[in-house]
């Protein structure tokens, strides 16, 4: 189901771009990517997988598409050089504590604003690359001046979503509905907090899709299929956009 999410497929998206070094190779256009933004339970990682799968099959030529979601915590991680527990602070419904503000003090982690700047910062430069699927993290916020970025929203009834965790962790009906509702709320705080936007407005996005009513297969043929033909993919190495300043760290 989620055979396209993987550390391994990262790790080589990121050795084909910047080289050895960590360092951008010179000369790359900048090509199309997706920035997915879900709520919890409306199939994100499901259809952000099947996405990559439509597009490898619909256009063979082009650079097979890499998702990122919890990598870029890792990618976060490692621009720091730290390990453990850090990751914790990354969640898009973590909110600070007084705990927080002690460990920052004493070093334990970097501060939380910090981290979110990484984050920004690492979303940008891998749209600025592009064929990647970016997932959360605020991408649609970060990303929302390029040009070559195609921003999707996936929504779906609170009811469907509860049932969905159900299935998924096998929640009982109580713990599921405090999942989905935490899950929400963080999300919809994380852009808040960091970006002064709701993330329910549907105009931060190019496409909204209810996962009640459409299967994710067909949503992912759906945006797959727009995708490629805002960006004219259906051409064979047809180069999407003109190359964009690298974002710096």
């Excluded at 994100?44 to 490898?56: D, Q």
Aim: hydrophobic letters at 40%; aromatic letters at 8%; one cysteine or more.
């Amino acid at each position: 189901m989620w055979e396209n999410i993987t550390s391994e497929k990262c790790e080589s998206y990121i050795e084909r771009h910047f080289g050895q070094k960590g360092k951008r190779l010179s000369g790359e256009p900048s090509k199309p990517a997706i920035t997915i933004s879900r709520a919890e339970g409306a199939g994100g990682l499901t259809v952000s997988s099947e996405l990559a799968s439509y597009l490898r099959a619909k256009i063979p030529d082009h650079e097979e598409w890499t998702i990122f979601d919890q990598m870029l915590v890792a990618k976060v991680l490692e621009v720091f050089n730290l390990k453990g527990r850090v990751g914790e602070y990354m969640k898009e419904e973590h909110k600070g504590t007084i705990s927080d503000a002690v460990e920052e003090f004493i070093g334990l982690h970097p501060n939380t604003w910090t981290l979110v700047e990484r984050t920004n910062a690492t979303i940008l430069r891998l749209a600025q690359i592009g064929n990647c699927i970016l997932v959360g993290r605020g991408a649609n916020m970060v990303t929302r001046d390029l040009p070559n970025v195609f921003h999707v929203r996936l929504v779906g009834s609170f009811e469907r979503r509860v049932e969905r965790a159900r299935e998924v962790f096998g929640y009982d009906l109580k713990a599921a509905t405090n999942y989905i509702k935490k899950k929400d709320q963080g999300r919809k705080r994380y852009l808040k907090d960091n970006f002064d936007a709701d993330i329910d407005d549907a105009l931060l996005y190019d496409i909204v899709i209810n996962t009640d009513r459409v299967r994710y297969e067909e949503a992912a043929r759906m945006i797959g299929d727009e995708v490629i033909r805002r960006f004219d993919l259906a051409t064979p190495a047809k180069v999407a956009m003109s190359t964009i300043s690298q974002a710096v760290f």
